[in-house]
């Protein structure tokens, strides 16, 4: 059965920091390229980075980049979003992802909310 489960949201006061963690089970998570995505109450569901491989280089959304650190641990099968300087409008709920050629996988969200 596969699993993605994140953790790690919360409300957090501008300018500061959360950690995301996605913990994965019941697929070859080293096989797949891992993504944090969010949707914005009102918006559709955006790319925020992502990661193909522990040795891979790391995409960023422009909104995000200088500020989001993505990472992944393949013996814990453990996906993070490092998330600094935070902005009012990254508000949203965050998701996981893992996908191959043949399938993708989606946990159920965590929510972020940056208010001061």
């Known amino acids: 059965q596969v699993q993605l489960v994140e953790s790690g949201g919360g409300l957090v006061q501008p300018g500061g920091s959360l950690r995301l963690s996605c913990a994965t089970s019941?697929?070859?998570?080293?096989?797949?390229?891992v993504s944090w995505y969010r949707q914005a109450p009102g918006k559709q569901r955006e790319l925020v980075a992502s990661i193909i491989s522990s040795q891979g280089s790391a995409n960023y959304a422009d909104s995000v980049k200088g500020r989001f650190t993505i990472s992944r641990d393949n013996v814990k099968k453990m996906l993070y979003l490092q998330m600094n300087s935070l902005r009012p409008e990254d508000t949203a709920v965050y998701y996981c992802?893992?996908?191959?050629?043949?399938?993708?996988?989606w946990g159920q969200g965590t929510q972020v909310t940056v208010s001061s």
């Open positions: 992802n893992a996908a191959s050629s043949r399938d993708h996988y």
């Open positions: 019941g697929f070859t998570f080293s096989m797949y390229a």
